[in-house]
């Protein structure tokens, strides 16, 4: 039977080492927590409406359903051209006749960044951020202030999305406790125009909303420095806040840029369109794969490290090691399938938005919305457990 070492616990090595056991292989998955953390639906944590077990799967009952091996340890060292990889524990795996890696992304590190949280860090600084905010509605009023960085090496690496949905969600649940009036809420981005890559329309809906929802803007100019009281600005101007949400952009994993993997400027590895890691030198191995948020996509100025996206090329890399044992060609590609697709959630409706080559779009799905995104949450969960069936594509 061949083995496959899939590294990394999140929506991309999960997705790889379903499909991989499915084709019969041996499947042995690192992760280095023991539990899958729903990202797309941990904004609700801050807010009360959701619960932090409500966006974890234990990755224990995923083993036991899908039948692959599960190692909770973190990557420490990987060693390409010699297919072998250090934990954190000490232990070498090596041997196997894949690899696929699925660490995610390291973050970038802006001087003060630890006096903020982030609703796409650690699943840890969900909890912390609902403290925090608990603690500003007892005190009766604030300044907090949401925001997300770029990196200039790398467009794709920007996570903005759940960045605005926690502002409409804590702007909805000030609402209801009647208390909105008391609290300032500003977002800033360094770019002059963020969210441009949802497209012109969503761009205009989402620069009415701010206005409509009486939340401050603040764009264009680049981070300084955070400290626990302000943001300051490249130009020294700044931001009064008591508490800063800010998620920074995505960095090429510290682990990879110690290692012999081919990277571009960024940091993310560089792979083809199959998915299959790209080495110059002829003599490295063929058969490592790197998908989601660790991997360097291509493709349009748009393009968006998604979940969906990290789903697609986990069932194309499979699809690709099973092509490569067969002896057949018939490759999958991935920027075929590259799009923006999420449900922008505000606590009381949410926006469907979409974007390809060829089409931008934004429609406004007042309260149906928000419950079709906490549908989608359920049904994820439910079927990566095989507790209900799995709609194609999804």
Not at 170 to 182: A, D, E, Q, S
Not at 333 to 352: R, T
Request: proline share 4%.
């Amino acid at each position: 039977m061949k083995s496959v070492l899939v590294l990394g616990g999140g929506f991309a090595g999960i997705e790889a080492a379903i499909y991989l056991k499915k084709a019969n292989y041996n499947v042995t998955l690192v992760s280095d927590r023991d539990y899958l953390f729903i990202y797309p639906t941990s904004i609700w944590i801050p807010t009360g409406n959701a619960k932090f077990s409500d966006i974890c799967i234990d990755l224990n009952e995923l083993k036991n359903v899908h039948n692959f091996n599960l190692i909770v340890d973190g990557v420490q060292t990987i060693d390409a051209k010699n297919n072998s990889y250090t934990l954190k524990s000490g232990k070498t795996l090596e041997g196997f006749s894949h690899v696929v890696l699925a660490m995610g992304a390291s973050k970038m590190k802006h001087k003060g960044i630890e006096n903020t949280l982030s609703i796409c860090g650690t699943p840890e600084q969900s909890l912390q951020i609902r403290d925090k905010l608990d603690e500003l509605i007892k005190k009766g009023s604030a300044k907090i202030c949401f925001g997300f960085g770029g990196n200039p090496k790398d467009t794709s690496a920007v996570r903005g999305g759940p960045g605005f949905e926690l502002l409409f969600n804590v702007h909805n649940m000030l609402k209801k406790k009647g208390i909105r009036n008391n609290f300032e809420l500003t977002f800033f981005a360094p770019m002059p125009e963020p969210g441009k890559r949802l497209g012109p329309k969503a761009l205009k809906m989402m620069d009415s909303f701010f206005k409509e929802l009486n939340i401050k803007q603040h764009y264009g100019k680049k981070i300084k420095e955070f400290k626990g009281d302000s943001i300051i600005f490249e130009d020294d101007s700044f931001l009064e806040s008591d508490f800063t949400m800010f998620i920074a952009a995505g960095d090429g994993h510290d682990v990879v840029k110690d290692s012999d993997l081919p990277t571009n400027e960024a940091g993310f590895i560089s792979i083809d369109d199959n998915c299959r890691v790209i080495f110059e030198d002829s003599n490295m191995p063929k058969n490592i794969y790197a998908i989601g948020d660790i991997a360097a996509l291509q493709g349009a100025d748009w393009r968006a490290k998604q979940g969906h996206i990290a789903e697609v090329m986990a069932r194309n890399a499979a699809f690709n090691i099973i092509q490569t044992d067969k002896g057949l060609s018939d490759f999958k590609g991935y920027q075929e399938h590259l799009n923006i697709l999420c449900v922008m959630d505000s606590g009381n409706g949410a926006s469907f938005i979409y974007r390809d080559s060829t089409k931008a779009m934004m429609i406004p799905l007042p309260i149906v919305g928000h419950w079709l995104k906490r549908a989608w949450g359920k049904y994820y969960k439910l079927s990566k457990l095989n507790k209900t069936p799995r709609i194609p594509g999804m």
